[in-house]
């Protein structure tokens, strides 16, 4: 028993026109980004001046697109080889909160569909916030 | 690379040392073999397209185009969320109803869905 490969199609337009605020990576920003990503799919996070910079403004796209929240304490992102990690630290698991971040992973995956993405949801469980500081990631403001 | 078979064989592995520990004292490790288990169904699914991805990354990319795995993706990403909380932020206990959540709800959803693909 197969069930038939339905591929969902990603259209980062569809994914852009949806959003009626002004995104502070701004909508041209974004179709530059993704037209780099596309056109230069294994070369981009290899090119030392353009690497750092498309990638904090994924990393930024992201939290823009994240619910205005304070219960989201902080994002970091780093890229692993080929793979663009981003964790979202929260303080405890809500499942119903959670679903709009889930969501948002999804949403910037549909915009960036040639980026390899490893997102997580971290709990910090009470513990200081510093102890969430990753090595070698990068806040997002 | 690993069948359809041996990942289900995984999977009730798994699920079977989830049962035999105590998720009060062992909370975190019940989150990961939740979490273990789910990933076991995942790729038995994805091993009858004849799909065998090599990392979470990897992994990540075909829940998201695959229109059945999408629909239970935020249930896997919660098992993932408090698996990778616990491994790489230690220490991390979850109450025994987050871990009945986490196997009740979020494991059954995944098993539910695709026990219409597989022999779960």
């Not at chain 1, 290899?46 to 690497?51: D, E, V």
């Not at chain 1, 219960?71 to 303080?91: D, P, Q």
């Not at chain 2, 041996?6 to 989830?18: C, E, I, K, V």
């Amino acid at each position: 028993m197969s069930a038939p490969l339905t591929i969902v199609s990603s259209l980062s337009s569809h994914v852009l026109a949806s959003r009626s605020q002004v995104s502070p990576v701004g909508e041209t920003a974004v179709q530059e980004l993704a037209f780099i990503i596309a056109e230069f799919p294994t070369e981009w996070p290899r090119l030392p001046n353009i690497s750092s910079t498309v990638t904090h403004s994924l990393a930024r796209f992201f939290v823009w697109r994240l619910p205005e929240d304070p219960r989201i304490e902080r994002v970091y992102w780093a890229f692993e080889g080929s793979v663009l990690k981003i964790w979202t630290i929260i303080n405890q698991p809500d499942f119903e909160f959670e679903k709009s971040i889930y969501e948002t992973q999804f949403r910037f995956m549909d915009a960036f569909p040639d980026v390899e993405c490893d997102f997580s949801v971290i709990y910090r469980l009470g513990k200081p916030l510093e102890d969430f500081e990753l090595e070698g990631a990068t806040p997002v403001s | 690379m690993p069948n359809k078979d041996s990942h289900l064989t995984q999977a009730r592995h798994n699920a079977a040392f989830y049962q035999s520990i105590d998720i009060q004292k062992y909370s975190d490790w019940g989150a990961t073999v939740l979490f273990y288990t789910g990933l076991s169904y995942v790729d038995a699914f994805l091993a009858t397209h004849g799909i065998h991805p090599a990392t979470h990354a990897k992994r990540n990319g075909y829940i998201h185009r695959i229109n059945v795995l999408r629909r239970i993706s935020s249930h896997y990403s919660a098992l993932k969320s408090s698996s990778e909380t616990a491994r790489y932020f230690p220490p991390a206990m979850f109450s025994v109803q987050h871990l009945q959540n986490l196997e009740q709800t979020h494991l059954e959803q995944i098993r539910n869905t695709l026990r219409q693909y597989l022999p779960i």
